[in-house]
C-alpha cells in the first residue's frame, strides 16, 4: 500500500487557518531502500543527512520499527503506535528498522490555526515523539484523509481541516490517556467522581470521598488532580455550579431552593460562591435564558 499525494493550494484554504500540503500512506517492507518512490524536491530526504521542512508534518507509525532523531532530539528508536512532530525549520530524519520495515502514515501542513495548536498541544521540540498506541480512530483519520486528496474535489483543502484538527486532537488525548488505560487507581477516581455527583446536595468531605473510592487522602488527591485537572474539591464545586446553571436555565427554581438543592448553608452564600466561580450573579445568568427566549417570540 502507497499513497502520496502533494496538494496545491489556494487564497480559500488560509480563511480556514490550516492548509494541508501533503498527505500519504505507505509499506516500507523489510530490506527495502528507503524513502521509497519519488518525491518533489522540497520533500526528498536521505536518512543519513536528514532535511528541513517548510511546513509541519506528523508522522505516525502503525506496525514495525524504526528510528527518529532532530536537531533537539537524539536519535531514539520508534515503534508502532508512535506519532513524531516534525516542526518547521528543525532537521530531522528517520527511517525504518531494515529488519522489520514499518508502516507509516503522514500529513503536512501549514497556517495560522496549525501553528496555533501545535504550539498549544506540542510546544516543547525536545519532546517530538509521543506514545499513543495503534488506535483505529487515528487510523481512519489518516485513510480517510488520503482519500480526500485522492480525489481532490472541491472543497477537499477545507475537508482536511477537520481531518488535521481531528488528528492532532487525537495524538494529544492519546497520549494523556494511555499512561491511566489499565490503571485500576483510575476506577477509584471515577468511583470518587460518581460518588461526588450523587451527593451533589451534601457538604461532604473529600477525606469520605478518599475513602469511598478506597485510596489513601494524599494519594488520592495527587492523582485526581492529575487525572482530572482539578484537585478534588475544587472538582465537586464545579459539578455544583454545573446544576446551578442547570436549574437557573431550565427550571423556576429560586436561587434560596437551589441553594438548598445543592446543600448550601444560605442563598447569600450560594450567590456570592457562583458569582466568583461564573463571573456573574444567578439572577443575571437566569436573565440570558429571558432575553433568548423573547428572542424566539
Not at 152 to 179: D, F, K, M, W
Not at 255 to 268: M, T
Amino acid at each position: 500500500m502507497t499513497t502520496t499525494k502533494y496538494l496545491l493550494t489556494h487564497d480559500l484554504g488560509l480563511q480556514w487557518g490550516i492548509i494541508t500540503k501533503t498527505v500519504g500512506q505507505q509499506d516500507v517492507p523489510p530490506h527495502s531502500p528507503y524513502p521509497l518512490g519519488k518525491h518533489p524536491e522540497d520533500y526528498l530526504f536521505s536518512p543519513d543527512k536528514g532535511r528541513l521542512l517548510q511546513e509541519i508534518q506528523i508522522l505516525y507509525i502503525s506496525k514495525g520499527r524504526g528510528w527518529f532523531a532532530s536537531a533537539h532530539h537524539p536519535k531514539t528508536q520508534l515503534q508502532a503506535g508512535d506519532a513524531v512532530i516534525l516542526y518547521p525549520g528543525e532537521w530531522h530524519s528517520y527511517a525504518p528498522d531494515p529488519d522489520t520495515g514499518w508502516t507509516e502514515s503522514w500529513i503536512g501542513f501549514t497556517g495560522k490555526m496549525a501553528e496555533s495548536l501545535i504550539g498549544k498541544f506540542f510546544p516543547d521540540k525536545t519532546m517530538p515523539i509521543y506514545k499513543v498506541g495503534v488506535h483505529d480512530s487515528l487510523c481512519d483519520a489518516f485513510n480517510a484523509a488520503c482519500e480526500v486528496s485522492e480525489t481532490q474535489l472541491p472543497a477537499h483543502q477545507e475537508q482536511l481541516v477537520g481531518y488535521v484538527s481531528l488528528i492532532i486532537c487525537t495524538i494529544y488525548a492519546r497520549s494523556r490517556q494511555l499512561p491511566y488505560l489499565g490503571n485500576p487507581d483510575i476506577h477509584s477516581i471515577n468511583i470518587a467522581i460518581k460518588y461526588m455527583r450523587l451527593h451533589l446536595n451534601e457538604n461532604i468531605c473529600m477525606e469520605d470521598v478518599s475513602r469511598e473510592a478506597q485510596m489513601g487522602y494524599s494519594k488520592f488527591r495527587k492523582l485526581f488532580r492529575e487525572y482530572t485537572g482539578f484537585p478534588p474539591a475544587q472538582y465537586f464545586l464545579q459539578l455544583k455550579m454545573e446544576r446551578a446553571k442547570d436549574y437557573l436555565l431550565n427550571t423556576t427554581l429560586s436561587c434560596k431552593e437551589i441553594a438548598y438543592r445543592l446543600g448550601f448553608d444560605s442563598a447569600s452564600y450560594f450567590n456570592k460562591t457562583f458569582r466568583v466561580h461564573q463571573g456573574t450573579t444567578p439572577i443575571e445568568f437566569r436573565s440570558t435564558r429571558d432575553v433568548q427566549t423573547a428572542l424566539k417570540v
